[in-house]
Every structure is written in structure tokens, then in C-alpha cells.
Nanobody, 122 residues
């Protein structure tokens, strides 16, 4: 069982930066793939980035490549999402999630946090 708690969301102007954190409970955190997803009002939850247990592989859709970076600290049981050059279209609730295998489909993630709101003003 893994419990996830996100933090770091807020209101930021376009072009600004935010760093999201996701703290995980459980001794097996380091064995999980960790992912970030986001969901804007009226839209499907979409994949943002994922990182495997050694931090060696990450995936990001084109919309965030070059602006967002996922990282993890296994000693601290925490995964991060650094978001730079934010745009109004990045406004969404951001969720972290845990899976056994590196995937981009939300259906393949086993555990989810409650989400943190990110709002980017123009």
C-alpha cells in the first residue's frame, strides 16, 4: 500500500515557475514508477511525466517537453515536478500516482494522491 500527498500548487503568472512535491508513505516507494498527471476542468486526466525507480527514464508529452522536469529522491520518499515557463493552458489539478511498470496510461497506475491545484494567469 502506498499513500501519496501532493503539495506545491498555487497561483502563478504566465512565464513563472512552480515545483510540485509528492510525498509517499511505505517502505517500497523506491520500487515504484512515479507519474504526474493533470486534469483541467471538463477534460480528461492526461499524462504529464513519469520516472522509474532509478530515475533513469522519463517521459513527457510534447506539450510540456523542455519546460517540465520530473525527479525523485528515494531517500526522502518524494517525487518532484519542476514546472518552468508556465502557460495558462497548464492550469489544472495535478496528481501524482504510482505504478509497478513505466506506463503513460492512467488506468495502469495503482495509487493516486488527492491532487494539487495549479493556476496560471495570463
Amino acid at each position: 500500500q502506498v499513500q501519496l500527498v501532493e503539495s506545491g500548487g498555487g497561483l502563478v503568472q504566465a512565464g513563472g515557475s512552480l515545483r510540485l512535491s509528492c510525498a509517499a508513505s511505505g517502505r517500497t516507494f523506491s520500487t515504484y514508477v512515479m507519474g504526474w498527471f493533470r486534469q483541467a476542468p471538463g477534460k480528461e486526466r492526461e499524462f504529464v511525466a513519469a520516472i522509474n525507480w532509478i530515475g533513469g527514464s522519463t517521459y513527457s508529452p510534447d506539450s510540456v517537453k523542455g519546460r517540465f522536469t520530473i525527479s525523485r529522491d528515494n531517500a526522502e520518499n518524494t517525487v518532484y515536478l519542476q514546472m518552468n515557463s508556465l502557460k495558462p493552458e497548464d492550469t489544472a489539478v495535478y496528481y501524482c500516482a504510482a505504478a509497478r511498470i513505466l506506463r503513460t496510461r492512467k488506468e495502469e497506475y495503482d495509487y493516486w494522491g488527492q491532487g494539487t491545484q495549479v493556476t496560471v494567469s495570463s
